[in-house]
Nanobody
């Protein structure tokens, strides 16, 4: 069993930055690929980014590539999503997820398996004002 707790959400002006954190607890938490999804009001949940359990492989949605950076510290069982150049369309509840189904080369499968993750956090709200 893995528990995920997100933090770092808030309100920021367009062009600003935020850093989200997701702390994982559980005996094998560090062995899970971890990532983020987001859900804007009235829209489907969508993939944002994923990082392999070793931290050597990352994959991003095209909409955030070049603006968001995902990293992890396995000593702290925590992943960090640094979000720069934020846009109003980035406004959403951001959910942390953990999963073991996909090897490093298959991490892009996260984008097509939105509701198939092993574990989810409760979400943190990010609001970007124009």
């Amino acid at each position: 069993q893995v528990q995920l707790v997100e933090s770092g959400g808030g309100t920021v002006q367009a062009g600003g930055s935020l850093r989200l954190s997701c702390a994982a607890s559980g005996r094998t938490a560090s062995r899970y690929a971890m990532g983020w999804f987001r859900q804007a009001p009235g829209k489907e949940r969508e993939f944002v980014a994923v990082i392999s359990w070793r931290g050597g492989t990352t994959y991003y949605a095209d909409s955030v590539k070049g603006r968001f950076t995902l990293s992890r510290d396995n000593a702290k069982n925590t992943v960090y999503l640094q979000m720069n150049s934020l846009k109003p369309e980035d406004t959403a509840v951001y959910y942390c997820a953990a999963d073991q189904k996909y090897s490093d080369v298959l991490l892009p499968s996260w984008a097509r398996d939105v509701y198939g993750m092993d574990y989810w956090g409760k979400g943190t709200l990010v609001t970007v004002s124009s």
